[in-house]
């Protein structure tokens, strides 16, 4: 049996982390887990071409599944930080970096960690 390679071990953990965040927003449909696969499939070649870069896999598939579900759906994931006024995304940050998060720049906070998205909005309600 072959060990996994680290490419591959970052590509799994991506995926996972942005089906958690997601399932957490309740968005997991199939043709939305189509679009983390797309996006693995893209980074997979990115990282083959730029090594360096397998750290910031995740926060570069929960960004390619941002824009795919904009443009078919809407903003995701809403902040769950800002109560009032017009309903906004959270960005992902660093842009291209370890470690990624969600941010509201809005009110200035890092809220989860990509991946830890349900720990933020678990205990929030809808009212």
């Known amino acids: 049996?072959?060990?996994?390679s680290p490419l591959e071990q970052a590509l799994h953990a991506a995926r996972a982390l942005v089906l958690a965040d997601?399932?957490?927003g309740e968005v997991a449909a199939a043709?939305?887990?189509s679009m983390v696969e797309e996006s693995v499939v893209q980074r997979r070649w990115?990282?083959?071409q730029w090594p360096e870069g397998v750290g910031?896999?995740?926060g570069?598939?929960?960004q390619d599944v941002q824009d795919?579900?904009?443009e078919k759906y809407g903003r995701w994931p809403l902040c769950p930080v800002c109560g009032g006024g017009d309903p906004h995304a959270l960005?992902?940050?660093p842009e291209l970096g370890p470690d990624p998060h969600w941010v509201c720049h809005k009110a200035g906070v890092k809220v989860a960690a990509v991946g830890t998205l349900a720990s933020a909005t678990g205990g929030a309600s809808s009212s």
């Open 1 to 4: 049996m072959h060990p996994i």
């Open 22 to 24: 997601l399932a957490a």
């Open 31 to 33: 043709d939305v887990v």
């Open 46 to 48: 990115w990282v083959e």
């Open 56 to 58: 910031y896999v995740a």
């Open 60 to 62: 570069l598939v929960a």
């Open 68 to 70: 795919a579900l904009l």
């Open 91 to 93: 960005d992902v940050e």
